[in-house]
């Protein structure tokens, strides 16, 4: 069984390419540490404040804020004043559309991790809130047919598919 994604079409050689074309490098460059991944998750989980992500991701204050900031500029969160009652003004942090979309990544990252990466398997799962069933993520073509990754061929990007 093969596990590599086969190359087909009028590629020009392997060599030649560069990684500023690379989605993987693109975003790779944008969510480029553990702690990122990590305020995401937490992101996700419903975290807001400050004080939940360096709490939750068991981080320091300065790698918080340094994270909070690029995932902020690189607009995967959306910052919002709030003010608690006799305090200053401080921030919340929100999941942006473009943020949301790493909903996938992060969820192929947890079913890796559940089956190689923990002894036992993790301890969390998740579940449609609308049926109860266990979600998990895979991939799919376009016209729905389930692919495994010795199926993929890698060809240059039509403008028709």
């Known amino acids: 069984m093969s596990h590599q994604i086969q190359m087909t079409g009028p590629l020009e050689p392997r060599e030649d390419w560069v990684i500023d074309r690379c989605p993987i490098a693109a975003t790779l460059e944008i969510v480029s540490t553990r702690s990122a991944f990590l305020i995401l998750r937490e992101a996700f989980y419903g975290a807001t404040r400050f004080e939940q992500f360096v709490e939750r991701v068991q981080i320091s204050e300065p790698v918080a804020a340094a994270r909070l900031r690029e995932l902020t500029d690189a607009g995967l969160l959306a910052r919002n004043p709030y003010r608690d009652p006799g305090q200053r003004t401080r921030s919340e942090y929100h999941l942006t559309d473009k943020g949301a979309d790493l909903a996938p990544t992060l969820i192929a990252l947890m079913d890796w991790g559940d089956r190689w990466g923990i002894d036992g398997g993790a301890r969390v799962e998740l579940r449609h ?25 890698l060809g240059l990007k039509r403008p028709d598919v």
């Open 129 to 153: 809130a609308g049926c109860g069933a266990l979600v998990h993520a895979e991939l799919r073509c376009t016209k729905g047919h389930e692919v495994v990754a010795g199926e993929l061929e």
